[in-house]
Nanobody, 118 residues
């Protein structure tokens, strides 16, 4: 069974930084495409960033491009989201998602709250 556990959320002032972590257990992330999503208060869940199975390709939502960086450490089976120059509109619960590149089966973490004060 694959389990994802996010951490690193918190309260930060606008312009500040946070680094989220997603520790994966049960399977190696080398076989998964990894994504970060977020759900702002009162809104639908939205996609934030993706890192490929190889780790060599990343994609970002326009709203975070240039401010957020997704990365991974295969040895630690962990995916990260470095968030810089945070804005109040980045306030959301952030979720980690793993999708197997063969079966397309998905797994989700429980989420971590990020609050950016103005």
């Amino acid at each position: 069974q694959v389990q994802l556990v996010e951490s690193g959320g918190g309260v930060v002032e606008a312009g500040g930084s946070l680094k989220l972590s997603c520790v994966v257990s049960g399977r190696t992330i080398s076989n998964y495409s990894m994504d970060w999503f977020r759900r702002p208060p009162g809104k639908e869940r939205e996609w934030v960033a993706q890192i490929s199975r190889s780790g060599g390709v990343t994609h970002y939502a326009d709203s975070v491009k240039g401010r957020f960086t997704i990365s991974r450490d295969v040895a630690k089976n962990t995916v990260y989201l470095q968030m810089n120059n945070l804005k109040p509109e980045d306030t959301a619960v952030y979720y980690c998602n793993a999708r197997h590149v063969g079966t397309r089966r998905e797994y989700w973490g429980q989420g971590t709250q990020v609050t950016v004060s103005s």
